[in-house]
């Protein structure tokens, strides 16, 4: 009874506006900064001087749903499923798939090799390896902390240390450009 009213009450609270704005203020600052870079550019190619802006909005109007749903979830529930150490090292293991794939599948594109072209969508994998490396920092950190081992040096602080150096130092070496 008591962690039903614990959810009740995390779900009644209202979203931190001064964060909500702050985060509005820079997608505004985001977009006039890249009208403005990315105008001349747009029209000596061809297109409307709001090219770019439009595929940007869009983007972050995506990027606003997303945030709505993730608000909407109730993580204690899902707790179990995603804070376990099963779950926790496959999603390491994708990360350092991913890492390693562009190695293998990546396409070059301005002396740099950082993308994987899957159909008509090209993917960066670097950029879900920082979402992930959230993810499994956090993970290991509630882990840690449930099971008493968070102080233990090696355990606590240098396993998760070195996990993270050696899939950082992955994506740097794959990605050296």
Same mark, same amino acid.
């Given at each position: 009874?008591?962690?039903?009213?614990?959810?009740?009450?995390?779900?009644?609270?209202?979203?931190?506006? +001064?964060?909500?704005? +702050?985060? !509005? $203020?820079?997608?505004?600052?985001?977009?006039?900064?890249?009208?403005?870079?990315?105008?001349?550019? $747009?029209? $000596?190619?061809?297109?409307?001087?709001?090219?770019?802006?439009?595929?940007?909005?869009?983007?972050? !109007?995506?990027?606003?749903?997303?945030?709505?749903?993730?608000?909407?979830?109730?993580?204690?529930?899902?707790?179990?499923? *995603?804070?376990?150490?099963?779950?926790?090292? !496959?999603?390491?293991?994708?990360?350092?798939?991913?890492? =390693?794939?562009?190695?293998? *599948? /990546?396409?070059?594109?301005?002396?740099?090799?950082?993308?994987?072209?899957? /159909?008509?969508?090209? =993917?960066?994998?670097?950029?879900?390896?920082?979402?992930?490396?959230?993810?499994?920092?956090?993970?290991?950190?509630?882990?840690?902390?449930?099971? /008493?081992? !968070?102080?233990?040096?090696?355990?606590?602080?240098?396993?998760?240390? $070195?996990?993270?150096?050696?899939?950082?130092?992955?994506?740097?070496?794959?990605?050296?450009?």
């Amino acid at each position: 009874m008591g962690g039903q009213s614990i959810r009740k009450k995390i779900r009644k609270t209202k979203p931190d506006y +001064s964060f909500l704005i +702050s985060s !509005i $203020a820079i997608t505004v600052v985001g977009l006039l900064t890249l009208l403005s870079a990315s105008a001349p550019k $747009a029209i $000596a190619s061809g297109y409307s001087n709001y090219y770019y802006v439009k595929k940007q909005v869009s983007i972050a !109007i995506i990027g606003l749903v997303f945030a709505i749903v993730v608000y909407n979830i109730d993580f204690v529930k899902y707790k179990k499923l *995603f804070v376990n150490k099963t779950t926790m090292y !496959i999603v390491y293991a994708v990360l350092l798939a991913l890492t =390693l794939s562009v190695k293998f *599948f /990546g396409q070059e594109g301005k002396g740099a090799i950082r993308w994987i072209k899957l /159909g008509p969508v090209q =993917l960066q994998p670097s950029e879900l390896v920082k979402v992930g490396l959230i993810y499994f920092v956090a993970a290991y950190s509630t882990i840690a902390i449930e099971e /008493g081992y !968070i102080k233990k040096f090696w355990k606590g602080i240098m396993l998760p240390l $070195a996990l993270v150096g050696i899939l950082l130092g992955l994506t740097y070496k794959v990605q050296n450009h």
